[in-house]
């Protein structure tokens, strides 16, 4: 999936328009938005830094939340390009429209390694729309279009897909390892290939699943969707653990591809069961480990995986070169529910060896809690994009950039 990147353009002097995802948390404090996790932004540091030391005259834009068409102070990006010049170390100016008169005026007074950041480009009611006269302005501000913002390629909008039919269009550096990893790195993975998916519905991942089956030795199934699988294969019952009836017909047609190609797929043989699960409040009740191939009681639910499932994924992974893991083992965002997930992030940790991509969303929030996110060979910056790639679908803010 080669692209044409920033390396393949001239940009001195030039305006160039970066789409870049700076969709980062923010918080009230003292009376003004701050900051709580600048990760986004120091992933677009290379690419930014690569720019300014050419003498781009670079232009940023990007969205934030979800405000629905229409400015909103909480969600403006103005605390970012504070955030921005402080990781720079020069100033970065900001525009209080992503386009109109003053960001018009304000790129075109850039002098070459000047950086200027625009506002929310989602307070436009048609960016999320690919709107063309939207596409057409943000275009009018720059000479070339560089997309950086991998998170946001699968959206088809004025800010990812539109503006490149009216700039020549080419990745950034963060754009490029996103590819290489999630996309050019699987076509011929180095093997024994072993994929982990977890996540909570069947209906949600069965594309990935079915896509990844076509290249992996073995697929590690965790999470609330592996317990259709266990119904299947274990004959267990579920109590009121993740299940739907119309589930068991798509794990079943996974199962039988997978034998088909001789494709090993595992699933947990025990679980963590609470009597009581309050997702908001972060609580449960009563807990306990069942044993191997357990039913679980009435009134009972599934929430982690357990130590023999553990053992049984890590045994596996131990063997593998390359591994891709997407989705949590368990209810993560409970502490007493982490374990799992925490566990098999360990356990791709210590295997020094292999190439371990993690594959975006809440994987990357697992592998930084447990503290070994320094030990992955690449973590992605996207959630749905990366699961969108994985699946082999064409990216809209991908296909928009010129082919090396």
């Given at each position: 999936m080669a692209k044409k990147t920033i390396r393949d353009v001239d940009v001195s002097g030039k305006r160039v328009l970066v789409r870049v995802d700076f969709n980062v948390p923010l918080d009230e404090k003292d009376g003004a938005m701050v900051i709580t996790d600048d990760n986004r932004i120091k992933m677009t540091l290379p690419t930014l830094n690569y720019l300014i030391e050419k003498g781009a005259r670079v232009i940023l834009c990007s969205h934030l939340g979800r405000p629905n068409g229409k400015p909103d102070p909480k969600q403006?990006?103005?605390?970012?390009?504070?955030g921005l010049a402080a990781l720079l170390g020069r100033p970065v100016a900001f525009a209080s429209d992503c386009v109109g008169a003053e960001a018009e005026a304000k790129a075109n007074a850039l002098a070459d390694g000047d950086v200027l950041l625009l506002?929310?480009?989602?307070?436009?009611?048609?960016?999320?729309a690919n709107g063309k006269e939207l596409a057409k302005q943000l275009a009018a501000l720059a000479e070339i279009y560089v997309n950086d913002a991998f998170g946001s390629?699968?959206?088809?909008?004025?800010?990812?897909?539109?503006?490149?039919e009216f700039l020549p269009a080419v990745s950034g550096l963060l754009m490029e390892k996103e590819l290489a990893w999630l996309h050019d790195e699987l076509e011929n993975p180095e093997r024994p290939f072993v994929v982990i998916l977890g996540g909570a519905k069947v209906s949600?991942?069965?594309?990935?699943?079915?896509?990844?089956i076509e290249k992996a030795d073995t697929i590690i199934i965790g999470g609330g969707m592996a317990y259709t699988f266990r119904k299947l294969v274990q004959g267990i019952t579920l109590g009121k653990s993740l299940y739907k009836p119309e589930w068991e017909p798509i794990a079943q047609a996974?199962?039988?591809?997978?034998?088909?190609?001789?494709?090993?797929?595992?699933?947990?043989?025990?679980?963590?069961i609470t009597d009581a699960?309050?997702?908001?409040?972060k609580k449960l009740g009563n807990t306990r480990y069942t044993g191997v191939n357990e039913s679980i009681p009435e009134g009972w639910e599934g929430v982690d995986i357990g130590p023999e499932?553990?053992?049984l994924f890590g045994e596996e992974i131990a063997k593998a070169k390359t591994v891709i893991w997407n989705g949590p083992m368990g209810?993560?965002?409970?502490?007493?529910?982490?374990?799992?997930?925490?566990?098999?992030?360990?356990?791709?940790?210590?295997?020094?060896?292999?190439?371990?991509?993690?594959?975006?969303?809440?994987?990357?929030?697992?592998?930084?809690?447990?503290?070994?996110?320094?030990?992955?060979?690449?973590?992605?910056?996207?959630?749905?994009?990366?699961?969108?790639?994985?699946?082999?679908?064409?990216?809209?803010?991908?296909?928009?950039?010129?082919?090396?």
């Open positions: 403006s990006l103005h605390p970012v390009a504070d506002e929310n480009v989602r307070f436009h009611a048609t960016e999320e390629a699968h959206r088809a909008h004025s800010s990812t897909a539109g503006v490149a949600d991942k069965i594309a990935v699943i079915n896509r990844l996974a199962l039988d591809k997978a034998a088909a190609r001789g494709v090993k797929i595992l699933i947990p043989v025990d679980a963590l699960f309050d997702f908001d409040a499932s553990v053992k209810v993560f965002e409970i502490k007493e529910a982490a374990k799992g997930t925490f566990d098999i992030a360990e356990v791709i940790a210590a295997n020094s060896t292999a190439k371990n991509i993690i594959g975006g969303g809440d994987s990357v929030k697992a592998v930084k809690k447990a503290g070994v996110a320094d030990k992955m060979t690449f973590i992605s910056t996207g959630g749905g994009a990366s699961l969108e790639l994985l699946e082999g679908k064409v990216l809209p803010g991908v296909a928009a950039l010129a082919d090396a």
